[in-house]
């Protein structure tokens, strides 16, 4: 079974229409010890065919559009973040606390780019907020890795002790992770709901989304991702934040294209959610397991409030085993599950060529979604798609089988990269690698600021 077979069929698709998907290769793209150009070509592609499936049932076409995969797209989409130029300026990549550092007994990693997680690290190490690297270089450098890692896990902060594969095979959560498919996906209620009108497939582009309302609640980098696909499709994204965690000013640009970005307090402006969610038809999470249940957000209350619900959610480690409640990002998972290691020296551990398991699934999640709307079209039933960084990890280590470069060269990432005026300044950007007969090639609109947008659908 070819990669993107199985990642179709792990979507609930007819593996027969994986059959027609044509790759373009490229040898170099993504180049790794790790076959990270197969896992990203198959996302993308299981993500394109998802929306040319849509596209087909609500234009009424005979056939299902042609999907196009080409490396060079899908590996300047995957370096997206580290792309982008606003008005010529490189982005702020990881803060200088977000990195590896050596421990009494080995490595651990951190991630403090937000500023309550940097500051949630300095506390659990004992340091001051104007602490230097220095300094937190000396206190990591006198506790053993597992230490760390749940000494700064207990303070509230993020840190990995790095694993060898063999040791994250025979850590619990690895277990719990291997027992569940790539997309976990389940019916969430008898109730039908409304039918999204049929498309006119005589005007272009053609945008399987179009009309979909979708409720945008995730942060960072694998949901934004889904969230903007679906943005490029046709949906109507409104992303919600808390007034009080604003996301980082170039990660947003990126990761905002197509949407709207509006503030919101979920206990403050409780009415104002309600009635979104009322007419909504998707809402995707990212934010760690159960975190939003104690707001009645879980799978099963939403679709209780609004039948037919779509529900997609994304974590770092899945909604289950003693990770399961775990705050993680990409670079943490990777470090967790053998992957540093693989990619590493010796003398120090090593990383994906670009946060692969973020993008990765965001592909995915996003396939879930379109092709959980296909399924509704059908029966009228909401539905609840579960995917984790985790486990994307488990099928890059132990699902795709490495294969010889074949293709071109690949020569850099230029033939895949537009410009764009936004509000935010001048833009340049990673061109969206979900290609299909008559789809869309660009976002419609650029990325706008921060919480600049009513919380309301247009």
Not at 224 to 240: E, H, I, N, Q, Y
Not at 319 to 339: E, N
Request: hydrophobic letters at 45%; proline letters at 7%; a negative charge.
């Amino acid at each position: 079974m070819t990669d993107i077979k199985f990642a179709w069929s792990a979507l609930g698709g007819d593996p027969a229409l994986a059959e027609g998907v044509t790759t373009v290769e490229r040898e170099g793209a993504l180049t790794a010890r790790l076959p990270v150009r197969q896992l990203a070509r198959a996302c993308v592609g299981a993500c394109a065919l998802a929306a040319a499936e849509l596209g087909a049932r609500r234009g009424g076409l005979a056939e299902v559009p042609g999907v196009v995969v080409d490396d060079g797209a899908v590996a300047a989409a995957f370096h997206s973040e580290r792309l982008l130029r606003v008005d010529g300026r490189q982005p702020v990549a990881f803060a200088p606390l977000s990195r590896f550092w050596r421990t009494a007994d080995g490595w651990v990693r951190t991630h403090a780019n937000y500023p309550h997680h940097r500051a949630r690290l300095l506390d659990a190490l004992g340091l001051t907020e104007g602490a230097s690297v220095a300094e937190a270089a000396d206190r990591l450098a006198e506790l053993p890795a597992l230490e760390a890692e749940e000494t700064v896990y207990g303070a509230g902060g993020l840190a990995v002790a790095l694993r060898t594969p063999k040791e994250w095979a025979a850590h619990e959560q690895a277990a719990e992770v291997a027992a569940r498919p790539l997309v976990e996906r389940e019916r969430l209620d008898s109730a039908h709901t409304r039918v999204l009108p049929p498309l006119d497939t005589a005007t272009a582009p053609l945008l399987p989304a179009a009309g979909l309302r979708v409720l945008d609640l995730t942060r960072v980098l694998a949901g934004p991702v889904a969230t903007r696909t679906l943005a490029l499709l046709g949906a109507d994204v409104l992303r919600l934040d808390a007034p009080h965690l604003p996301e980082l000013p170039d990660q947003h640009a990126d990761t905002g294209f197509g949407k709207r970005s509006a503030t919101l307090g979920l206990a403050a402006d409780r009415d104002t959610f309600e009635e979104l969610l009322a007419s909504a038809d998707v809402v995707v999470t990212g934010y760690r397991p159960g975190a939003l249940d104690r707001f009645g957000l879980s799978p099963e209350a939403l679709a209780e409030r609004r039948p037919g619900l779509i529900v997609a959610q994304v974590s770092a480690w899945g909604a289950y085993g003693p990770w399961g409640g775990r705050r993680g990002f990409d670079s943490l998972v990777q470090v967790a599950t053998g992957i540093a290691v693989t990619e590493g020296s010796a003398e120090e551990p090593g990383a994906l060529p670009a946060q692969a398991l973020d993008h990765g699934t965001g592909y995915l999640l996003a396939a879930a979604v379109l092709r959980a709307v296909t399924e509704r079209s059908y029966d009228g039933h909401g539905r609840s798609v579960r995917l984790a960084l985790a486990r994307t990890a488990r099928w890059l280590t132990d699902g795709i089988r490495p294969a010889p470069g074949r293709g071109a060269a690949y020569e850099g990432p230029d033939a895949w990269l537009a410009e764009t005026e936004s509000r935010l300044g001048r833009l340049r950007h990673a061109l969206p690698p979900v290609s299909f007969t008559g789809g869309p090639t660009d976002w419609a609109r650029p990325p706008v600021p921060w919480g600049s947008d009513a919380p309301a659908w247009t």
